[in-house]
C-alpha cells in the first residue's frame, strides 16, 4: 500500500510545485553601468581583509523595490539617495577591498516580467589566492511582500567547480 501511495504522493508534489508562483529573481550580466537617477546602494562585506562576502548591490529610487540582504545588520552598510556615477564609483571602490581583487562583475537583476530593478557588483579575485576561485559568491534573489527583495548570499565551499564565466 506504501508502494502505491509513492507515484500519487510524487504527482501531488509536482502538481503544486509547478503551480506555485516563483519568487525568486534572475541576473545577467551587463556592460554598462547604470545612468542618471538616484541610487540606493547596499555595501555588503569588508569588514575584514579577504572579507568573502564582499558584494555591492545598487537600485534606482524610482522604481518600487527594495533589496534588504538577509544577514545582520553589522554585515552591511546602506546609502540613499545617490546620483548613478556616485553609487557606481562608491561600489567599484567598496568592491576592491581585498589584496587579490583582480576586477569587478556587473549584473542587472530583473523581476519576474523581466523588467530592469537593480545592479549587483561582485569582485572576482586573481589566482592563485585564499579564495582559490575568481568567483566565490552565489546570491539569490526573493521577490517578498510589498515589493521587498530578500538577498541571500552564500559562499562556495566547493573550490573543484568553478562553473562561473569568470573572464569578465
Same mark, same amino acid.
Not at 60 to 80: G, I, M, V
Not at 141 to 166: A, F, G, S, V
Given at each position: ?9 510524487l ?5 503544486l510545485?509547478a ?11 551587463? *556592460? ?27 537600485w534606482?529610487? #524610482? ?18 539617495g ?35 530593478i537593480g ?10 589566492s585564499?579564495?582559490?576561485?575568481r ?10 511582500? *510589498? ?14 567547480? #568553478? #562553473?562561473? *564565466?569568470?573572464?569578465?
Open positions: 500500500m506504501i508502494t502505491a501511495a509513492r507515484p500519487i504522493l504527482l501531488l508534489l509536482l502538481t510545485a503551480c506555485a508562483p516563483e519568487s525568486r529573481l534572475t541576473t545577467a550580466v551587463v *556592460d554598462l553601468p547604470p545612468e542618471g537617477g538616484s541610487y540606493s546602494l547596499i555595501l555588503h562585506g569588508c569588514n575584514y581583509g579577504n572579507d568573502p562576502y564582499t558584494i555591492a548591490f545598487l534606482p529610487e #524610482d522604481q518600487p523595490y527594495t533589496f534588504k540582504p538577509h544577514s545582520p545588520a553589522f554585515q552591511y552598510r546602506t546609502r540613499e545617490l546620483p548613478a556615477g556616485e553609487a557606481m564609483d562608491l561600489a567599484r571602490d567598496f568592491v576592491n577591498c581585498s589584496p587579490h581583487f583582480r576586477n569587478a562583475r556587473l549584473s542587472a537583476i530583473y523581476d519576474r516580467q523581466n523588467g530592469l545592479y549587483e557588483l561582485r569582485p572576482l579575485y586573481v589566482q592563485p585564499p579564495f582559490l576561485r568567483d566565490i559568491l552565489r546570491v539569490y534573489y526573493r521577490h517578498l511582500e *510589498d515589493h521587498k527583495i530578500r538577498i541571500n548570499i552564500i559562499t562556495l565551499q566547493d573550490t573543484n567547480h #568553478d #562553473d562561473m *564565466d569568470d573572464n569578465r
